[in-house]
């Protein structure tokens, strides 16, 4: 990705071998499957797709219901 920062608790070295493996596992899929290779491409996010999403999380709220559940508003 272009250098943007995701919260999934990896540090920034650890999300480094984390791009370096599954790039390494997309290279090997593309030898054996090509088609298989181009679609889990096709279906990987954009940056537009993150940012949309990190977007979303920010306007949900979570609200206490009086039984003890919480919901997503």
Same mark, same amino acid.
């Given at each position: 990705? @272009? #250098?943007?920062?995701?919260? #999934?608790? /990896?540090?920034?070295? =650890? =999300?480094?071998?984390?791009? +370096?493996? !599954? +790039?390494?596992?997309?290279?090997?899929?593309? *030898? *054996? @499957?090509?088609? &298989? $290779?181009?679609? &889990? %491409?096709?279906? +990987? /996010?954009? &940056?537009?797709?993150? !940012?949309?999403? %990190?977007?979303?999380?920010? +306007?949900?709220?979570?609200? %206490?219901?009086? @039984?003890?559940? $919480?919901?997503?508003?």
């Amino acid at each position: 990705m @272009d #250098n943007i920062t995701i919260e #999934n608790g /990896l540090t920034p070295e =650890q =999300q480094e071998v984390m791009d +370096e493996a !599954y +790039e390494a596992l997309m290279s090997e899929v593309k *030898v *054996v @499957d090509l088609a &298989l $290779y181009e679609k &889990l %491409r096709a279906n +990987e /996010l954009t &940056l537009a797709d993150v !940012y949309k999403l %990190r977007h979303s999380k920010e +306007e949900k709220k979570m609200v %206490r219901i009086e @039984d003890g559940q $919480y919901s997503l508003l």
